[in-house]
């Protein structure tokens, strides 16, 4: 089955403590891409990455990380998480830049403490 | 910078209903618009995407309008069903390939 897979799917820690949210796709697509979504604010990007190796910001990328160093994969790393990171996290992809379809995985809904 | 607004924020309906659901942004230079649908706890679905070179795109009983100069794109939907429920949601790509999204509509269709 075509899908985007987030892990984890919930998440509690403590302000500090360096986490991974990992994003796979199994559609060999291009294009992947993060995002967070918050009561009022609505849904916004943080990182995507056009292809292996080439990522750029969206428009919220303080304090978050990326890398791309395979295809399928698109982890989204925060070195110190603070509780203003509290939110619910979306990955996406789509076959070869934004200009298509973008499939979205399930989001990971992250509490900071 | 772009703004995107969605109105109305919510909407309650009865079976059966025709509707529209409005997407307004400030800024034309777009490369295309995509209406995607929320359900609670869950990821977002695409629904219709339009070129900016479009004006319009239909999907069953969906049909979504693209007006650039405006500013503006309508999500349709005809003979609204209770497994319509959910938050609506429109999406602009820009030319950096970033994407800015509307708020979303939360549309109730009541049997």
């Known amino acids: 089955e075509a899908q985007v897979t987030q892990n984890p799917r919930y998440l509690i820690t403590v302000t500090g403590k360096k986490l991974t949210v990992t994003c796979s796709q199994n559609?060999?697509?291009?294009?992947m891409s993060w995002y967070r979504q918050d009561p009022g604010l609505g849904l916004r990007q943080i990182y995507y990455s056009m292809n292996v190796e080439v990522t750029d910001k969206g428009d919220v990328p303080e304090g978050y990380k990326v890398s791309r160093k395979e295809k399928r994969n698109f982890p989204l790393i925060l070195e110190s998480p603070s509780p203003n990171q509290t939110s619910l996290y979306f990955c996406a992809s789509s076959l070869s830049g934004g200009w298509e379809t973008q499939y979205f995985g399930p989001g990971t809904r992250l509490l900071v403490l | 910078k772009q703004e995107v607004t969605q109105i109305p924020a919510a909407l309650s309906v009865p079976e059966g209903e025709n509707l529209v659901l409005n997407c307004s942004f400030t800024?034309?230079?777009?490369?295309?618009l995509q209406w995607f649908r929320q359900d609670p706890g869950k990821g977002l679905t695409s629904l219709l995407l339009?070129?900016?070179?479009?004006r319009e795109q239909t999907s069953g009983r969906l049909n979504a309008s693209l007006d650039k100069s405006s500013g503006r794109s309508t999500l349709y939907i005809a003979a609204s069903q209770p497994g319509d429920s959910a938050t609506y949601l429109c999406?602009?790509?820009?030319?950096?390939?970033?994407?800015?999204f509307g708020p979303g509509t939360r549309l109730s269709v009541l049997p």
């Open positions: 339009i070129q900016s070179s479009q």
């Open positions: 999406a602009l790509l820009l030319y950096g390939q970033n994407f800015v």
């Open positions: 800024d034309s230079a777009i490369y295309n």
């Open positions: 559609m060999n697509h291009e294009y």
